[in-house]
């Protein structure tokens, strides 16, 4: 009986970042090590090519779900490490096939030591012919088989597998910068969020409270929401901004049809200012076009008039099935899906503007004094830490 003993991780995308690829991949190894910290015992090996987990003993099962998280790794191999000799290689390879079930198999050798005196195909024979000669159920097909044995001969050892795991793909969390990132307590910014952090994007999160229009429950609602994507991010800052006041100077100075629109603009502006204060050079948000009136082109045209700030929208052009997919994918849709309603949805309006112009909703505005009530609600931020452990409070 054979036990393996590392998984392999591949990096995908990573492989055509040329000078910035040791960068990469130093980060995606620190992921890696902090992804698994609750397995100590685990060792670690970081090379060009491959990060290699040495499972020491532990049931790989979790290990391998833990790191299908991950954002940045294309692939897991769990692999049995050997010496390059091949009667150790003839040996092992029979040992591993023994233990898997089907009636064919193909043996797929990969010569990454290129001094290495055997090319592929000649392992590839030797190998095969021994398993052939030493069981009886077994056949080879090269087109489809049902065990696919994998033989990758390095400068260090040889690596034999025949399970593959998909991973996240991507690039490492944290290469990509960071965002502010706009969080309502549905089902669309979560998602969001978790696509630019599987792009390497770290977040921090902006969410506009109305109380007492709103309830408390809302931000219960995104903590756990939050406590959910720390398993991609482990620490999340969530900035919540008192939005009440400019609610209902909206709603006091504008017509009704117009009032999303114009507290979208609000809220832009405010993200935009946190964004400048914060260091985040992009702002995100879960929106799809024409799923609401906000969301039309013309809507966020003008809405997105009133900041030179990047917006990132990684649902874009997704439509609501495949995002709620997402959403029970990652575990954020049952939570989404609670009773509680943000802001924009208790205000929204029975006829919303789909086609505003830029000219009125800047007549509206003039109205009000919405500079000073944005300081304001800037300087009145409440900010929550949001952990893969604890949730704490802290000044901004």
């Excluded at 090996?45 to 779900?65: A, C, F, M, Q, S």
């Excluded at 898997?100 to 000649?122: A, C, H, M, N």
């Excluded at 080879?140 to 088989?145: G, K, L, Q, Y």
């Excluded at 109305?210 to 991609?232: A, F, H, N, W």
Aim: contains cysteine; aromatic residues 8%; charged residues 25%.
């Amino acid at each position: 009986m054979i036990t393996y003993d590392h998984i392999m991780i591949r990096f995908g995308e990573l492989s055509t970042k040329g000078k910035n690829k040791k960068d990469f991949i130093r980060t995606l190894a620190d992921n890696v090590k902090n992804a698994l910290k609750d397995w100590p015992s685990l060792s670690f090996e970081t090379r060009y090519d491959h990060i290699y987990v040495g499972l020491n003993g532990l049931d790989y099962h979790p290990i391998i779900e833990r790191l299908q998280d991950v954002s940045g790794i294309h692939a897991l191999s769990l692999v049995y490490r050997c010496s390059k000799e091949i009667e150790d290689m003839k040996q092992s390879t029979l040992n591993l096939i023994k233990e898997e079930e089907g009636k064919t198999f193909k043996v797929k050798v990969k010569r990454g030591d290129k001094t290495y005196p055997l090319i592929s195909d000649e392992i590839t024979r030797i190998v095969a012919s021994h398993i052939l000669r030493n069981t009886e159920h077994l056949k080879v097909d090269v087109h489809n088989p049902d065990i696919l044995l994998s033989i990758e001969v390095r400068q260090e050892a040889a690596y034999i597998f025949c399970k593959t795991y998909l991973g996240a793909g991507g690039y490492p969390l944290g290469v990509g910068g960071k965002t502010m990132h706009m969080l309502s307590g549905g089902i669309d910014s979560p998602v969001a969020a978790y696509l630019m952090m599987k792009r390497g994007v770290s977040i921090e999160c902006i969410h506009f409270a109305s109380p007492p229009y709103t309830q408390m429950g809302v931000i219960y609602k995104l903590e756990d929401l939050l406590k959910v994507l720390t398993r991609y991010q482990p620490r999340i800052r969530l900035h919540i901004v008192p939005f009440t006041k400019i609610q209902e100077a909206i709603y006091d100075n504008a017509p009704e049809s117009y009032c999303i629109t114009l507290m979208r603009r609000m809220m832009f502006r405010l993200a935009d200012a946190l964004s400048k204060r914060r260091k985040c050079p992009v702002i995100s948000s879960g929106e799809s076009i024409g799923q609401v009136a906000s969301q039309t082109l013309q809507s966020m045209h003008v809405i997105n008039a009133v900041t030179n700030t990047p917006v990132i929208r990684p649902l874009a052009t997704t439509d609501k099935l495949e995002i709620i997919k997402i959403s029970k994918k990652i575990g954020t849709y049952d939570i989404s899906i609670r009773p509680y309603e943000d802001c924009c949805t208790i205000f929204t309006p029975k006829a919303p503007k789909t086609m505003p112009h830029q000219d009125e909703v800047e007549e509206f505005e003039k109205k009000f004094d919405y500079e000073s009530m944005i300081r304001d609600a800037i300087n009145n931020v409440e900010v929550k830490i949001i952990t893969s452990e604890t949730q704490d409070n802290d000044l901004l």
